[in-house]
């Protein structure tokens, strides 16, 4: 099995991609399941396999520990590493090829607390990486950009998988907005030149010796843009997903 978890910030359209994927990948004849990680989520667009709100409720949570929702969700995300073994249990039961982990909406939960790396683990066997979203809508000014890259280099970090980072949601580029995004990923001199926020020599340096260290964590930049809109980018998603759990060799289905 190999295991797929989609991670980025809040609105970045993890759901949307674990939705709409899997339904690719069925098309594709393909057996896939989906797994819902945030215990807050109230509608999803897909209806997963197994979700974690089956273990955990967030609204007893609160009321059991006089929480507000924040704190909830904090205490819910913890419970959840308690019930590892039952989950596990589940996905071995599914019997799938291909799963989808849908990561929380809020990143610091997932990535930051101690349950994220626990889970990612603990689930999915030995075939695993993560699919890292930088939300277009970060994409469209060079600091977004840069904060977003910053973030998933220390998802990087923190997980310590093969990582794979995609552009989503790129239907809200424009074409220019696209050429910019790209001339930036390809000439750090470029981004950091138009990053106009940057007011003093020590800000630019940094700047760019950060980008240019984010550059050599992922061996060059290459951020590859889909839009669950549309599946031709979800073919573009999957032979990059194979050929990153494959070192490049692809799986047998796309060769
Ligand atoms: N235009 C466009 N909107 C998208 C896409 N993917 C998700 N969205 C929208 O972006 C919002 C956030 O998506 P969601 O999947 O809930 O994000 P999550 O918080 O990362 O799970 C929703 O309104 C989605 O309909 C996409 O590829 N293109
Ligand atoms: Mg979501």
Not at 55 to 62: E, T
Not at 150 to 174: E, G, I, M
Not at 224 to 245: A, G, M, Q, R
Request: glycine share 8%.
């Amino acid at each position: 099995m190999h295991a797929l978890y989609f991670v980025g910030t809040a609105g970045s359209g993890k759901s949307t991609l674990t939705h709409t994927f899997a339904n690719w990948l069925r098309n594709a004849k393909v057996s896939v399941g989906t797994v819902n990680l945030d215990p807050g989520v109230l509608h999803l667009p897909y209806g997963p396999d197994i979700d974690v709100r089956d273990f955990v409720s967030l609204q007893g949570i609160m009321e059991k520990y006089n929480l507000g929702p924040n704190g909830g969700l904090v205490a819910a995300i913890d419970l959840i590493s308690t019930r590892i073994e039952t989950i596990i249990e589940e996905i071995n039961e599914l019997g799938v090829d291909f799963l989808l982990l849908d990561a929380p909406g809020q990143i610091e939960l997932f990535a930051f607390r101690d349950t994220g790396p626990i889970i990612v683990s603990s689930l999915g066997g030995e075939s695993k990486m993560i699919v890292y979203l930088v939300d277009a809508a970060l994409g469209k000014n060079p600091a977004g950009l840069v904060s977003s890259l910053l973030l998933s280099a220390s998802v990087l970090v923190r997980f310590q998988l093969p990582q794979l980072n995609v552009l989503s949601r790129a239907d809200l580029l424009n074409e220019e907005e696209q050429e910019q995004l790209e001339l930036w990923l390809d000439d750090p001199d470029q981004l950091i030149h138009d990053m106009n926020a940057l007011r003093n020599e020590l800000q630019i340096e940094l700047s760019t010796e950060l980008y240019k260290s984010i550059q050599r964590l992922f061996s060059g930049l290459d951020i590859v843009p889909i839009s669950s809109l549309k599946d031709e980018t979800l073919e573009l998603l999957f032979s990059n997903i194979s050929n990153t759990l494959t070192s490049g060799e692809g799986f047998e289905i796309f060769r």
